[in-house]
C-alpha cells in the first residue's frame, strides 16, 4: 500500500514568509509525527498526533511554528515569518497507533529559507 | 532522559567484510531502541528493534543488533557489507514517561568500498 507522502519536496521561500508543509499519513494510522533533521544531525522530534489532538508538542521550538490535524489524517506543519535557521529538512512519520508501533517515515520536505 | 551516543560519525569497510556501527543508550527505564537507515534522498527505513524480548534482534537486509544491559550499548553488525549498504546508520530510543516520540543519535556515515 501507499507510504507516508509529503508535499511539496522542495520548498524555498524567504525570510519572514509563512510556509505550510503537508503531510499525509498511511491510511489506518491514528499516530502522526512531526521531526525536523538539520544538515548534518539526526532527526529531531517536533510534535505528534495521536487522533485530532496534539498528544506531545514540546518539540517545538517557539511560538512561530505550528501544527493541525482536524480530520484526524493530512496533517499540515506551518511556520510563521520563517528564519534562516528554519531551513531543514521536514520529516512526517506515522504509526498504527501510539502504543509503542513502529513509526513509517515519509521522504520528507527540504525547506531552505533565504 | 533517554538518550544514544552513536560512536562514530564515519565507518568505511570493504564489501564483503564485516560491519560494526556502534551505539550506547542512557535510559531510566528499560529501552526500546531501534537501528533506522537513510539511503541519499530517501525516506527513513526501519532495520530492525528491540523491545525486552530477545537480546539478539534480527533485521532486514542481513543486519542484527545485540542489547547488551550491562554495556548499556546496541551496536549494529552485518558480517558481510555489500555496496548497497552504504547509507546514514541512526540509533534510536523511544521516550517512555508521558510521549511517544524517538529520540535519535546523530547518525554514522557507513562508506563500501568494492
Known amino acids: 500500500g501507499a507510504g507516508v507522502s509529503q508535499t511539496p519536496s522542495n520548498k524555498v521561500t524567504e525570510k519572514g514568509k509563512y510556509v505550510e508543509l503537508r503531510c499525509d499519513p498511511i491510511s489506518g494510522h491514528t499516530a502522526l509525527y512531526w521531526y525536523r533533521q538539520s544538515l548534518g544531525q539526526g532527526p529531531e522530534f517536533l510534535i505528534y498526533?495521536?487522533?485530532?489532538?496534539?498528544?506531545?508538542d514540546s518539540g517545538l521550538p517557539n511560538d512561530r511554528f505550528f501544527a493541525v490535524r482536524p480530520e484526524g489524517s493530512v496533517s499540515t506543519l506551518k511556520i510563521q515569518r520563517t528564519e534562516r535557521g528554519d531551513s531543514a529538512v521536514y520529516l512526517c512519520?506515522?504509526?498504527?497507533?501510539?502504543?509503542?508501533?513502529?513509526?513509517?517515515f515519509g521522504p520528507g520536505t527540504r525547506l531552505t529559507v533565504l | 532522559a533517554q538518550s544514544v551516543t552513536q560512536l562514530d560519525s564515519h565507518v568505511s569497510v570493504s564489501e564483503g567484510t564485516p560491519v560494526l556501527l556502534r551505539c550506547n543508550y542512557s535510559?531510566?527505564?528499560?529501552?526500546?531502541l531501534f537501528w533506522y537507515v537513510q539511503h541519499p534522498n530517501k525516506g527513513l527505513q526501519l532495520l530492525l528493534k528491540?523491545?525486552?524480548?530477545?537480546?539478539l534482534v534480527k533485521g532486514i537486509n542481513g543486519f542484527e543488533a545485540e542489547f547488551k544491559k550491562s554495556e548499556t550499548s546496541f551496536h549494529l553488525t552485518k558480517p558481510s557489507a555489500h555496496m548497497s549498504d552504504a547509507a546514514e546508520y541512526f540509533c534510536?530510543?523511544?521516550?517512555?514517561?508521558?510521549?511517544?516520540?524517538?529520540?535519535f543519535g546523530t547518525g554514522t556515515r557507513l562508506q563500501v568500498f568494492p
Open positions: 512519520a506515522s504509526s498504527l497507533t501510539d502504543r509503542e508501533d513502529t513509526q513509517y
Open positions: 498526533f495521536q487522533g485530532t489532538g496534539a498528544a506531545d
Open positions: 534510536v530510543v523511544r521516550a517512555t514517561y508521558n510521549t511517544d516520540k524517538l529520540i
Open positions: 528491540y523491545t525486552s524480548a530477545a537480546t
Open positions: 535510559s531510566s527505564y528499560s529501552p526500546s
